[in-house]
């Protein structure tokens, strides 16, 4: 009886001491950071700073207790709030904030927890944000001065925030816009300002367009003019060069040029085959088919076997060929 009480007392000694040990032993992480609170007083901060290691920890149990934060950056994201500028534009604003708990015995006492802190936070960025970009155009903060007034917003956080215990590492806005029912508006104007333009452009290059014809048509004119006056001038140096060609043929030999000419009127005046004359056979015309020297007395000589040399057989004769 007594053994069993001894073996019964033994294993309950045994059980405390394990759970003294289990609860009196800890560990903070590389990236953790502890408080020690000893009946509500804060006895240690451990592995805020290169002093004290991560690793195994020992309090005394059921009297002290620990309160693991955090060491990486936390992610804050706000929501789209609406905001005026400064020209009273209305604009939509996303923007996202990272941070990280840099005095963990300040934040215990301020806040206490990751998430009463990130209300705190957002609190005080969404007033930076109202602060700086009513005091900014629109222009300024969706091209020519964001990355200034990103700054400027993050030290505006980055004081009011020191009372928490931490620090603002980063702050973007990702997106601003204009709200839903002016982005329609401004598209409208948009279009009517391009369709504008376009317009201009083609007029402009309409009137140029029609310059440029005009200027075509002119010199067009000019070059066809003075075309026309070098083909006269070379057409008339040609028919002077060719009466003077001519006349210098027909000093040296009349006969010959006379039968010459006589010859061209032939082939121009019987071309075709359905070409009439109503001639005379005695006509000087065709004085050169009744002699080969072209004598007009005897052009008009009748063939052999009819009357009377000269004697005609009738007032007009057709040819034809």
Do not use: C
Not at 16 to 43: C, D, E, K, P, W
Not at 84 to 91: C, E, F, I
Not at 291 to 314: C, F, K, L, M, V
């Amino acid at each position: 009886m007594n053994g069993n009480a001894l073996r019964t007392g033994l294993v309950v000694l045994v059980a405390a001491i394990a759970v003294g040990l289990y609860a009196s032993v800890f560990t903070v992480g590389q990236m953790q950071q502890a408080l020690v609170l000893q009946l509500g007083r804060v006895r240690a901060v451990l592995n805020q700073t290169g002093e004290d290691r991560p690793g195994l920890y020992f309090k005394v149990p059921f009297v002290e207790n620990v309160i693991i934060f955090d060491k990486r950056v936390l992610d804050l994201d706000l929501p789209v709030q609406a905001l005026l500028t400064a020209d009273r534009q209305n604009l939509e604003v996303d923007a996202f904030a990272r941070y990280r708990i840099v005095d963990p015995l300040r934040f215990y006492q301020s806040v206490g927890n990751i998430g009463l802190a990130n209300q705190r936070l957002a609190s005080f960025t969404n007033s930076a944000l109202r602060n700086v970009l009513a005091r900014s155009t629109r222009d300024a903060i969706v091209k020519t001065d964001r990355m200034r007034l990103m700054n400027e917003i993050q030290e505006d956080v980055n004081r009011q925030s020191k009372s928490l215990g931490v620090e603002i590492v980063d702050l973007r806005m990702t997106r601003v816009d204009l709200p839903a029912q002016n982005s329609s508006a401004v598209y409208e104007r948009m279009k009517t300002e391009r369709k504008r333009e376009a317009a201009d452009v083609r007029a402009n290059g309409e009137q140029i367009a029609q310059t440029i014809r005009a200027r075509a048509d002119r010199d067009v004119t000019v070059i066809l003019a003075e075309a026309n006056q070098k083909s006269e001038q070379l057409r008339g140096q040609g028919d002077a060069d060719r009466n003077r060609i001519l006349a210098e043929a027909f000093s040296k030999d009349p006969d010959f040029f006379s039968f010459y000419r006589s010859m061209q009127a032939y082939e121009t005046g019987l071309k075709g085959s359905d070409t009439r004359l109503v001639i005379s056979p005695n006509s000087d015309f065709f004085r050169y088919f009744g002699d080969p020297q072209g004598r007009a007395g005897q052009a008009g000589t009748a063939p052999r076997g009819t009357g009377e040399p000269g004697a005609s057989t009738g007032s007009t004769a057709g040819a034809s060929r």
